[in-house]
């Protein structure tokens, strides 16, 4: 029985699947970024979509694309653990995919909303979920600002939507501060693997 | 309500007590002492005991140092976390030590059996425990061995108990397999890093 126990431990653990939710302008998509560049395993999701490729976009790489009738055929079916629709289109995260990475060990990467998290949490329990931080509301301001992409109207709607999304902070497991990219990126990685280390991760779920 | 969440956000986390338990011979000393050194706000814990000082021992350093009668008296006044006899003398970590380096943002580092963290774990639950394995049994045998400091006899002891330990590591939050120092202290670093990003200590705990 301990020798098992023993056992259990040492095999190789699962993946993770790890959600990353931020207003925007908290940096949430540089920091996916620099995780997945510098620790090993860690894969961006690859959502489904139902919209045109665009020129330049890699089929299997930057989406997977599939036409609307055949998407819907799959929200019947259940395949997606998350789903939304966006200028009439439609973008899913597939089941399939996230298990298949995570049963391969990876750690998978998940940029999303808060409405898209609060699914994702729903229909896969087990999940890593972070919320990104700006270092103040005057920051997140002066970044979006910077970025010079905003029209002034867009800008105050951004800040508006920040104000509502930080009410969720509360449903995630894990918040970051970026005051610092490096900063940031570290307790991100800190977080990934202390996951991995997490003793619930090896037991069998309680039936 | 948006902007007071994320104030709450910024301010200093406060501290974290962290229980490290591991059958003999898995390195988990040699871990916490590596960690103290490494990691800035980590504190060791120092127990309270009702021994003598003996010769070069320092105390408020080594061991707070109190009559058995005193220890007996803050016993019945329920001042420790967790309290044992091991020799007929008693070793205990006292509650106000504990909160009063929490409350200064310090990470407390006890390594105890898998007792004393029992005990700990109901006093404070907020704490977090993880357990030290060895990467095989094999390799314990061999440390033990090594290590040259005990008799056949107590090889034996020390196996079996090393044996019935492991049943323990099921209750632990983490476990970490000290297969190389470096990794294992990395891992215990990291373990760190992400309990303090976790949000569940930002928030006021629902009465």
Chains 1, 2 share one sequence.
């Not at 510098?38 to 997977?64: A, C, F, H, L, Q």
């Not at 509301?137 to 509502?164: D, H």
């Amino acid at each position: 029985m301990p020798t098992r126990t023993l056992r259990k431990f040492l095999r190789k653990p699962k993946g993770l699947l790890v959600v990353i939710s931020a207003p925007s302008g908290a940096g949430k998509t540089t920091i996916a970024l620099e995780v997945i560049q510098k620790v090993p395993d860690v894969v961006r999701s690859i959502s489904m979509t139902s919209r045109s490729i665009r020129p330049g976009e890699i089929n299997g790489k930057d989406y997977v694309f599939v036409s609307q009738k055949e998407f819907q055929r799959r929200i019947k079916l259940n395949h997606f653990l998350e789903w939304a629709e966006v200028h009439e289109n439609l973008y899913g995260t597939p089941k399939s995919w996230v298990n298949n990475q995570i049963s391969k060990g990876k750690i998978i990467l998940l940029v999303i909303d808060v409405q898209g998290a609060e699914q994702i949490k729903q229909a896969y329990p087990e999940c890593v979920s972070i919320f990104i931080l700006p270092p103040s509301m005057q920051e997140l301001k002066y970044r979006l600002i910077k970025r010079n992409t905003e029209s002034k109207e867009s800008l105050t709607v951004r800040i508006r939507n920040a104000m509502i999304e930080y009410k969720f902070v509360k449903d995630y497991d894990y918040a970051v501060i970026n005051d610092d990219l490096n900063n940031a990126v570290e307790k991100v990685r800190a977080i990934l693997a202390a996951e991995k280390c997490r003793v619930h991760r090896w037991l069998t779920p309680k039936k």
